[in-house]
């Protein structure tokens, strides 16, 4: 079973673009979906990315995930940064045992 | 309004069990599969458990199996997780979630509800 790691905080200005990164322990990052949820203070998850870079309804376009077989990571970016996208983001994926693995979480504060 | 609401979060003593239940609303809830995510407080979300439409497939993180059973009863459109042997370090806010039918994703989060386990 593998371990997906993310920084812990990422911090940037309002109107600039972060990048969080996710990497997987092993096995390749290609062989189960990525997704990426959203956790603000005091609420419940919500995914802004899924299956590696497909945005759910709803979701701004300044939210977008790829991922990088030479690194074997995932990464979500946010352009055009707002305050309202300070949150918890944590990416997630499967293992072949079909059970859920969720990183550690990245804190992304917006100042 | 299409909803997961949690119940039956407590406080128990260590070695002792609860049941939790989420409740759906406003959508056809026999044809998804539901996940329990935990939390710790002031940590990271824990992957728990899974149940698929008509409970063909179940799974269960490895630090769980043994002492947590899920379950579904589509009749009422309620999810269980029954949890047995219960240890301070299952002390969090147990979120249940539906997959989308579009693929894995979690499309779908209740509010939680805290489970403290202490003596």
């Known amino acids: 079973n593998f371990m997906l790691t993310q920084p812990h905080s990422v911090s940037e200005s309002p109107g600039k673009t972060v990048t969080i990164s996710c990497t997987r322990s092993s096995g390749s990052i290609a062989g189960n979906y990525v997704q990426w949820y959203q956790q603000r203070p005091g609420s419940s998850p919500t995914a802004v990315i899924y299956e590696d870079n497909q945005r759910p309804s709803g979701v701004p376009d300044r939210f977008s995930g790829s991922i990088d077989r030479s690194s074997n990571s995932a990464s979500l970016t946010i352009s055009g940064l707002q305050t309202e996208d300070e949150a918890v983001y944590y990416c997630?994926?499967?293992?072949?045992?079909?059970?859920?693995?969720f990183g550690g979480g990245t804190k992304l504060a917006v100042l | 309004e299409v909803q997961l609401v949690e119940s039956g979060g407590g406080l128990v003593k260590p070695g002792g069990s609860l049941r939790l239940s989420c409740a759906a609303s406003?959508?056809?809830?026999?044809?998804?599969?539901l996940n329990w995510v935990r939390q710790a407080p002031g940590r990271g979300l824990e992957w728990v458990s899974s149940i698929s439409s008509e409970s063909i497939h179940i799974y269960y993180a490895e630090s769980m199996r043994g002492r947590f059973t899920i379950s579904r009863d589509d009749a009422k459109s309620s999810l269980y997780l029954q949890m047995n042997s219960l240890r301070a370090e299952d002390t969090a806010v147990y979120y249940c979630?539906?997959?989308?039918?579009?693929?894995?994703?979690?499309?779908?989060w209740g509010r939680g509800t805290l489970v403290t386990v202490a003596s």
């Open positions: 979630a539906r997959v989308a039918t579009s693929g894995t994703w979690l499309d779908l």
């Open positions: 997630q994926s499967y293992n072949k045992n079909s059970q859920g693995v």
């Open positions: 406003e959508f056809i809830f026999s044809t998804y599969t």
